[in-house]
């Protein structure tokens, strides 16, 4: 075979294979159309899964303030079970409460944040360590005075009394007469007010805002007067027709302020 035929042949079949190699070579790479695509199903991507941490931790984070809100309440709750439980109910001691009237001290409708006070069987803060007798005076309100430490936050008093006729100085338990000076409301002016200071006040809920209760009768309707009208009672009568007291809270976030 001649040499220059057999170059020809060579150089031909090189080109041939080099076209080849080319052709293959743009055929595995990427268009630009498909790369934008690519790019635009990572960035959803992304960004469904940013959306889900996003919401997880909101839901987290609610999660534990409702817990924060919860473990300030339930210790707030059991103090106020336990006062209750141990009230003393008797016909001849007062009682100050939404709707009380004559002969105990006059509580009225209470309009916004209601109070309470009552005489319990809970030790208290007691003038002088000796003659400590068992009862206390007990008392809920949330202080109105704009100027104290205490605004706008649950309060709880708790006065301890001593044995009748151990002393001239402090007032010891007073039985009801006929004579107003025997009630509550005369004796402790701060039992009875939302804004009057009283060293026996102490800070209870310090997120609480809004107290507020009613009475459970004995024939399982709720009521805001502490007695059955429909047997005729017109008085407290030491909560002979009252079986509970139904107490409702408000409590506001401190980090937040969103109401719980």
């Not at 060579?10 to 595995?28: A, M, T």
């Not at 309470?116 to 803060?125: E, H, L």
Request: overall charge positive; some cysteine; proline content about 4%.
């Amino acid at each position: 075979m001649p040499r220059s035929l057999t170059l020809k042949g060579q150089q031909k079949c090189s080109l041939h294979s080099i076209g080849i190699n080319l052709v293959r070579k743009r055929n595995c790479a990427f268009t630009i159309l498909e790369l934008l695509v690519s790019i635009a199903v990572l960035v959803i991507l992304i960004l469904l899964v940013s959306r889900l941490f996003i919401s997880a931790a909101a839901v987290i984070t609610s999660g534990n303030r409702r817990m924060d809100a919860d473990a300030q309440l339930r210790p707030l709750f059991d103090r106020i079970a336990v006062d209750f439980s141990q009230m003393v109910r008797r016909s001849d001691l007062d009682f100050f409460g939404k709707n009380t009237a004559a002969p105990n001290s006059s509580g009225g409708t209470m309009g916004g944040n209601d109070q309470i006070a009552f005489y319990s069987c809970v030790a208290g803060y007691y003038p002088t360590p000796s003659f400590q007798s068992p009862i206390s005076l007990v008392g809920y309100r949330v202080n109105s005075d704009s100027n104290g430490r205490s605004f706008n936050k649950l309060e709880r008093m708790s006065k301890g009394l001593i044995w009748n006729g151990v002393s001239s100085s402090y007032t010891p338990i007073l039985f009801l007469d006929s004579a107003s000076t025997t009630t509550i409301a005369n004796k402790w002016p701060a039992a009875v007010s939302n804004s009057t200071t009283d060293s026996d006040y102490e800070l209870i809920g310090p997120s609480v805002f809004r107290f507020e209760y009613y009475y459970l009768l004995s024939n399982g309707s709720l009521s805001d007067t502490p007695w059955n009208t429909s047997t005729g009672h017109t008085s407290v009568s030491g909560m002979q027709d009252v079986a509970a007291i139904s107490v409702c809270i408000a409590i506001i976030d401190p980090k937040t302020k969103v109401v719980r």
